[in-house]
């Protein structure tokens, strides 16, 4: 038995999908790259941009006409908000939460081939009706059929969601021997406006820390080279649970005091924070430890202080000004990246343009620019979407040119210098490699050594362009990270 799962969104719905992976393969099946050779065919979807659920229709439109040749089983998890599950519950053989990953044997084993049924994970519980007598809580004793129809009506997730501590208690699949992620928090309480994220996975819950830190120490332990500690809001990480949880600037302490002694030389990044909550003692602890990495992901959103309000972002433009200063002062080598949404409901030329002289002000090492589009569930998608598309995609290409010069510009100072640089994989330009330095910068060097994919290595700086630059490979880095001269 085979199975395949298309992942989309942000970098925690791949960490659920190694999560999934592993439930799965449990049950006996193995991964297969072509979906035609798969039984079982899943998407972790994500309701946070509409492009991405159009993905999925795409997808299970296919699956469905495959279903007249072949018996397979269809199933959609990950960040989906009310609506769009509704509407999946009429495509897709099982619906569920990722919180209810542990219950997915007990459903594919009692539905054995393709049909109806449906499991509606947002109430989390079957629902008797004329056409299912025997149909309660023990899997083990249901009956399926090509007419049984399991339905509710899908609610909005007010609360935090606490069965994902049992789903954070499966051990991952990882799908890099060393990339990983490590989720420390789901669900957020912040309710921007534009956001789908609260009706998705619920308010704020942390995981216990003590888990987060031994999941840390096993991953260097075992080589791995960059690990990413992910949330929705990181760091608001143990504010549900005062009294009884560290903060997150201990939490990044006590990572930091073990990679200064354990001996395994890895970088440590998290997203994303949130300017509110982005205190000194965050960044403190980040100057203090090697290991912690020297990038900073803070999203902007707007460069008009109007426009925060708008979105209910809680935190104005001067607060983010102080925020970085700060970091300009206890981590000047540190990267900047930033998110921002262009086009937002009401958006006039004037707050646009100031976002602009934001962009010119921050000089960001990499900005995620997106076009605004309303999403079911979020406050926003209740107010008019009134800026014309051509003018979002004309604001989306003012501000990429302001990021394509600053890039260019800051990545210029890096000729000449050397760079620790963790191999990812091969460049598309044949004989070279690329990888990432720790600020996050693209490097891509000549080398005909693969075995060089997830090592770190040395490399000197000849050139720059917009996103990336280019040197030649002058060291590799050992394991108890020491540099060897080539």
């Not at 799962?5 to 999560?19: A, I, Y």
């Not at 296919?62 to 769009?84: H, M, Q, Y």
């Not at 934001?358 to 107010?383: D, H, L, Q």
Request: charged residues 25%; positive net charge; aromatic residues 10%.
């Amino acid at each position: 038995m085979k199975y395949h799962v298309v992942t989309l969104g942000c970098q925690m719905n791949k960490s659920d999908s190694e999560r999934l992976s592993k439930v799965i393969e449990d049950m006996g099946f193995t991964w297969t790259d072509i979906e035609d050779e798969a039984t079982l065919l899943g998407v972790v979807a994500c309701s946070v941009r509409q492009k991405a659920i159009d993905k999925v229709y795409t997808k299970i439109y296919k699956w469905n006409k495959a279903k007249n040749n072949r018996n397979l089983i269809t199933f959609v998890s990950g960040c989906v908000l009310p609506a769009d599950r509704e509407k999946f519950l009429k495509q897709f053989d099982l619906v569920f939460q990722m919180s209810e990953l542990t219950q997915l044997p007990a459903m594919v084993s009692q539905y054995g081939v393709a049909g109806p049924f449906r499991l509606n994970s947002a109430v989390g519980l079957f629902q008797q009706t004329e056409a299912t007598p025997n149909v309660g809580a023990d899997f083990q004793t249901l009956k399926f059929d090509n007419k049984v129809t399991i339905t509710g009506q899908p609610v909005m997730m007010k609360k935090p969601d606490k069965k994902i501590e049992s789903f954070w208690d499966i051990k991952p699949l990882y799908n890099s021997d060393f990339e990983a992620f490590v989720p420390i928090q789901n669900g957020c309480d912040k309710f921007c406006t534009y956001c789908a994220v609260p009706y998705t996975r619920g308010r704020e819950i942390s995981r216990p820390s003590g888990e987060i830190i031994e999941e840390v120490k096993s991953l260097a332990d075992k080589g791995f080279k960059s690990i990413t500690l992910l949330g929705q809001n990181v760091n608001s990480y143990g504010r549900d649970k005062k009294g009884e949880e560290i903060t997150f600037a201990q939490l990044l302490e006590k990572i930091g005091n073990y990679g200064d002694n354990c001996g395994k030389g890895f970088w440590l990044y998290f997203t994303s924070p949130h300017p509110q909550d982005m205190t000194d003692d965050v960044i403190e602890a980040i100057s203090r430890h090697k290991c912690l990495a020297k990038q900073i992901h803070l999203p902007l959103q707007s460069g008009d202080d109007k426009m925060l309000i708008h979105m209910n972002r809680s935190h104005s433009l001067a607060g983010y000004r102080n925020i970085v200063n700060t970091i300009r002062r206890l981590l000047p080598e540190a990267t900047l990246f930033t998110d921002i949404i262009v086009g937002f409901t009401g958006e006039t030329d004037e707050q646009f343009e100031n976002t602009c002289k934001a962009m010119e002000e921050f000089r960001f090492n990499m900005a995620y620019i997106a076009r605004y589009s309303p999403r079911p569930g979020a406050t926003s998608s209740r107010w008019a979407d009134d800026i014309p598309h051509a003018v979002k995609k004309d604001r989306l290409h003012r501000l990429s040119s302001i990021l394509q010069a600053h890039s260019l510009e800051l990545n210029k100072k890096m000729v000449g210098c050397e760079y620790k640089v963790l191999v990812i994989q091969a460049d598309r330009k044949k004989g070279y490699l690329s990888g990432l330095t720790e600020g996050k910068i693209i490097v891509r060097f000549a080398s005909d050594r693969p075995g060089l994919t997830g090592k770190f290595v040395k490399v000197k700086i000849t050139s720059a362009a917009d996103f990336a630059i280019e040197g030649e490979l002058t060291g590799v880095y050992s394991e108890v990270n020491e540099c060897v001269a080539l």
